[in-house]
């Protein structure tokens, strides 16, 4: 299936005409997005909790403490509900009202479980390391088994997902387009800047390719 299924939850509502269901914008924005935020309840109270994360097919894994009241959560099999957005530039119109940003978001819903056999779970961590740093795993210290039994490791099946993008440029009532007031779009793009050895690093190792021409594209 190429799409989710556009139900009560997860159709856009507010100019719907923005919204996307396909897996490939879907799962393009998420593996760009560097953080998530994540959704809940626990006995009425919302919490929402930003955190890093990767996509694994038509599942998105998370792990952090055993302690974790967001992991806790998501182990009872409890829904939850995640957001990712990638910013693409502040849209100036010529009236404060229609000012904007153009923007790529996903929300999605769904269900976890806690990952316990040990190759499923270094394999999720390594989703999530080479999330952040492709290539990272391959080179860094895997983690112990003390390690591994002190992380919860949890995996999100995605029931129900929609995107929503804003591109272009201002759009301005009629009448406001000859306003002397500059319009347009001040573009955003992630950029790194030069890496930072590490103080501590005691010989001369040279900078890896995948720090040299890392992108989020």
């Known amino acids: ?17 923005r919204g996307q269901y ?22 009425r109270q919302p919490y929402v909790i930003p955190i890093n994360f990767a996509r694994v097919e038509d599942t998105v894994v998370l792990h952090g403490a055993k302690a974790s009241r967001l992991l ?20 100036l119109a010529r009236s404060v009202f229609h000012h904007s940003i153009n923007y790529r978001s996903v929300v999605l819903f769904g ?26 795993w391959q080179e860094a210290r895997l983690p112990t088994r003390k390690e591994l039994k002190a992380t919860s490791v949890v995996s999100i099946n995605i029931e129900e997902a929609s995107a929503k993008v804003r591109t272009g440029p201002a759009v ?33 190792i040279p900078l ?3 720090l040299a021409s890392y992108s989020r594209k």
């Open 1 to 17: 299936m190429t799409q989710y299924i556009k139900t009560e939850k997860n159709r856009v509502r507010r100019i719907p005409e």
């Open 22 to 43: 396909d897996r490939e914008t879907i799962f393009r924005i998420l593996d760009e997005a560097l953080i998530c935020h994540v959704g809940f309840a626990v006995e």
């Open 72 to 91: 806790k959560h998501i182990e009872a099999g409890n829904p939850v509900c995640v957001e990712a957005t990638v910013i693409g530039g502040l849209v």
């Open 111 to 136: 269900r976890g479980y806690l990952i316990q056999e040990e190759q499923e779970k270094l394999a999720a961590l390594k989703a999530v390391t080479e999330h952040l740093v492709p290539g990272r």
């Open 172 to 204: 301005d009532e009629e009448e406001d387009y000859a306003l002397p007031v500059w319009a347009g779009v001040l573009p955003f793009q992630e950029q790194t800047l030069a890496p930072v050895q590490d103080e501590r690093q005691t010989s001369e």
């Open 208 to 210: 890896p390719e995948y």
